[in-house]
């Protein structure tokens, strides 16, 4: 049986630990609440942007714009994908970033072995928000932009512009075929999934999936009974509406995964302060039972030492 002063020790220990969880609990319950409140203020926003894209693809057909059109490859040729991967800036939050990572892994290996089977060769550049996914994709020897830094915690509009900017550019220049996102996506409180979308060239498909549920897919302007009238032209509608898109594409994205970062962390310490209160319970009742066994032995003790002074 252990010593009571050992499970004293002990004791202390659980506890400190269960106020460090319980108070960084409190904490990312604090920030979850402050990101969900921003998270909501971004959907309707991003929602028209995106349904009003789809709309125009809807109703001119014959748009011409490279962020629309998927470039082609012949055998021999190279797909240039850049990843925009968004993961946290510190641990603690349970599965979180190791499930960002893994669906990162599995999507470049998919690609590769894709490109291969049709004689093609695959590049790729990853672009890692947080330090705790740049990390490990760098230990796991992944290729990784070592000059994009960029933090998760506290995303902003012009930080989201800013990266759209770097997607704009690099797309133009022909340094990327394709821009694919990676983050999660709060399906609710208990239920987040890992996304993978592609934002350039534009994915219609992708679009419809990200819009929320009660979206009426036939538009708003249909919906209404308009006519639709681009001015000047569809070309030139789309093409304000891209730059607009992208940036709400990176801002929404960052929201929802700080959101779901400092969810995942409440989620991850209210478990470590459970497992602590079972701990300090379980500790509790060996520390009891080391004290009553310690009190019956010298009770032991004192009877046998009066026997033997009464047979003297």
């Known amino acids: 049986m252990d010593r009571i002063e050992d499970i004293k020790k002990r004791l202390r220990s659980v506890n400190e630990i269960r106020q460090l969880t319980r108070a960084m609990e409190l904490v990312s319950a604090a920030k979850m609440r402050k990101s969900k409140i921003q998270h909501d203020l971004v959907g309707p926003y991003f929602s028209l942007c995106a349904e009003s894209m789809l709309e125009v693809q809807r109703h001119s057909p014959d748009i011409n714009d490279p962020f629309f059109r998927l470039r082609k490859k012949d055998k021999g040729e190279t797909w240039k994908i850049g990843y925009f991967v968004l993961t946290g800036d510190q641990g603690l939050a349970g599965a979180y970033n190791n499930n960002v990572v893994r669906i990162t892994q599995e999507h470049i290996q998919s690609k590769i072995l894709d490109n291969v089977e049709k004689g093609l060769r695959t590049e790729y550049m990853l672009y890692v928000f947080g330090n705790v996914g740049r990390e490990k994709l760098i230990r796991d020897g992944y290729t990784v932009d070592p000059e994009f830094s960029f933090p998760i915690t506290n995303p902003t509009y012009y ?3 800013s990266v759209a900017n770097i997607i704009r550019r690099k797309y133009l220049a022909g340094e990327f075929d394709l821009v694919y996102l990676i983050y999660t996506k709060m399906e609710s409180a208990a239920k987040m999934s890992p996304m993978i979308v592609r934002v350039v ?3 219609t498909k992708a679009l419809t999936d990200i819009l929320p549920a009660d979206v009426n897919d036939a538009g708003i302007a249909v919906e209404n009974g308009a006519t639709l009238d681009y001015h000047p032209n569809p070309n030139a509608v789309f093409s304000f509406l891209i730059d607009t898109y992208l940036n709400a594409m990176l801002y929404g994205a960052l929201v929802e ?3 779901c970062e400092q969810t995942a962390r409440m989620t991850a310490m209210n478990n470590a302060t459970d ?4 701990m300090i319970k379980e500790l509790t009742q060996k520390g009891n039972r080391a004290r ?3 009190i019956t032995t010298e009770l032991i003790e004192i009877i046998n030492g009066a026997e ?3 047979k003297k």
């Open 159 to 161: 930080e989201a512009r």
């Open 275 to 278: 497992n602590a209160d079972d």
């Open 201 to 203: 060239p534009v994915n």
């Open 257 to 259: 995964a700080y959101a």
């Open 308 to 310: 033997q002074t009464a």
């Open 292 to 294: 009553q066994s310690k």
